[in-house]
């Protein structure tokens, strides 16, 4: 099939199988032993679980589907995606509250949860939400019936001939919500599948049979898109984490070459790298970075948050290229991907299907891939677009000739003074990054000076014998004021003594707006 006319999941699951067949596409560790599941058996058990969701219904439903990552979630997530229905993926640690007001404000028919659900599932069901049908999917047997009972030669099999419309809702994503109320993103399956249609800029990331090990959460978009479609596209096999907790042991299990990760699993893993080196401090850091993510490691694909460049320098003594790249769920995921040629300190080279310009500082993206709107937010759509159509990303940013892209901050964080300046928190903060007693840092205003709210390394403060920490970062403050624009002092700070919240997708909530 021309990649030209592949429009919808289908089309790529189709397309895969023909190329890749019997090669292994998806494995993951259960009961003791690897198991491996190849393009053409994740085709045909899509396709089952495609059957068995409409001969429940034939006609278009919501369903929202809530589960932890495993070969079963992503036949059930495809399934729903190749059947015609609207897919709408939720995090399986959401309240049973919160689930419930936005299921019945995405009109949601039928509820697919696993094990992992079962409890909230119960409150869901007990508060009365108007669902169709409520089903409890269970475990691995109770999919091995479905791929069974409506498999290829089953009575059933007819019901997989779907006419997909390539323009209409195929999945609702619902955002972090660090400000304001969740928003329903809906995207296309041409969003889908366009955006992992993309040239890549990496020469050697993505090869036909090279292992990526999949850890972010599958209900993500750049998870999904980016550790199953690409890597669909691509050829590549997939390795399924599944826990977070479990990755170390996955790495040198399966022994990838490349995985995508945020930042902080990133500072995470180098963190174990470097306890490697110190209890070995003869090794090559090199072997020691195969102790801690086997021996064919080289790409690590950053997104999600800001990438501190040291980190990437870092990782390059230790023999991995670190990269980042850039993007936003409305979008359909990805604008810009790395590209080992662009500077360090960029989110690397907007991608070819993409445009992008600056506008009063604004990064602004025209992508076919772009999302349909908010579902039911006709305002907040409208105010997301420009007049010519075009999609602001809230992020401030520089945009070379070239194409690569650089952020600078947030928009909606700009702090304006009494004197009109303007200042970009996020330039600030950055400052607090090599500083071993912070652990995090936010700046805001205050009564029209600059803040720093700090959560301190507290293990490093134990580790140090640290009596005054307070005078400890009153003293780093003021060395940094040194050199800082009149515009950037910071003129006070306050100690925390818990983490700043996170959203689900791990960014940080800030603290609301200071007068």
């Known amino acids: ?85 609207v897919a709408i ?9 919160e689930a419930a007001i936005l299921m019945e404000r995405a009109d949601v028919d039928l509820l697919l949860y696993d094990d992992s659900f079962a409890a909230q599932a119960k409150e869901i069901i007990e508060s009365g939400t108007l669902l169709r049908d409520v089903v409890n999917i269970g475990d691995a047997a109770f999919f091995e019936e479905i791929y069974q009972t409506y498999g290829d030669d089953s009575e059933y099999a ?29 995207l296309s399956s041409r969003a889908l599948v366009g955006n ?21 959460p599958m209900f993500h978009v750049y998870c999904f898109t980016g550790d199953y479609l690409k890597n669909m596209k691509d050829g590549l096999q997939v390795a399924l984490n599944g826990n977070l907790r479990d990755v170390v042991q996955n790495l040198t299990r399966f022994e990838p070459r490349v995985m995508r990760v945020v930042p902080m699993i990133a500072q995470t893993l180098l963190r174990r790298v470097k306890t490697v080196l110190a209890r070995n401090p003869d090794m ?21 948050a800001y990438l501190d460049p040291a980190l990437v320098d870092e990782y390059e003594t230790v023999g991995i290229f670190l990269r980042q790249g850039y993007g936003m769920t409305e979008a359909g995921c990805r604008i810009s991907v790395p590209d080992e040629a662009a500077d360090k300190t960029s989110v690397g080279r907007v991608i070819d299907l993409c445009r992008a310009r600056i506008q009063h500082g604004e990064i602004q ?13 006709p305002e907040e759509t409208a105010a997301i677009f420009t007049d010519d159509g075009w999609l602001k990303t809230g992020d401030i940013g520089i945009l070379t000739d070239d194409g ?19 200042v970009s928190p996020e330039a600030i903060e950055k400052k607090f990054d090599h500083e071993p007693i912070v652990d995090e840092a936010v700046v805001y205003a205050q009564n029209d000076r600059i803040v720093a709210e700090i959560y301190p390394n507290y293990d490093y403060i134990a580790e140090n014998r640290i009596d ?17 624009k009149p515009s950037h002092v910071i003129a006070n700070f306050k100690l925390r003594s818990t983490p700043f919240e996170r959203t689900g997708s791990g960014k940080l909530v800030r603290p609301s707006a200071k007068l």
């Open 158 to 186: 007819s019901l997989s001939d779907v006419a997909i419309d390539p323009d209409a809702c195929a999945v609702m994503i619902y955002t972090s919500g660090t400000t304001g109320v969740r928003k329903g993103v809906m």
């Open 284 to 304: 090559d850091p090199r072997d020691a970075a195969k102790k801690v993510f086997g021996r064919n490691i080289k790409w690590l694909i950053s997104g999600g």
């Open 365 to 377: 993206v025209d992508t076919p891939t772009k999302m349909l709107g908010y579902y039911k937010m």
């Open 89 to 97: 993926p939720f995090s399986p640690d959401i309240s049973a509250r």
């Open 404 to 422: 690569v892209l650089f952020i600078t901050g947030r928009v909606k964080n700009l702090i304006i003074l009494s004197n009109g300046e303007n």
């Open 196 to 216: 992992v249609m993309y040239h890549d800029y990496v020469t050697d990331a993505f090869r036909p049979n090279d292992v990526a090990l999949s850890v972010l």
């Open 1 to 85: 099939m021309d990649m030209k006319n592949i429009l919808t999941v289908r089309d790529l699951l189709d397309d895969a199988a023909n190329k890749y067949a019997d090669q292994t596409f998806l494995k993951f560790y259960r009961d003791g032993k690897i198991e491996e599941r190849s393009f053409n058996v994740n085709r045909q058990h899509s396709l089952a679980v495609c059957r068995w969701i409409r001969a429940m219904h034939t006609q278009r439903m919501h369903v929202a589907f809530i589960g932890k990552t495993s070969y079963e979630y992503i036949t059930c997530l495809t399934g729903i995606l190749i059947s015609g229905n």
């Open 468 to 484: 005054d920490v307070s005078e400890v970062i009153e003293a780093m403050i003021d060395t940094m004021n040194l050199t800082a």
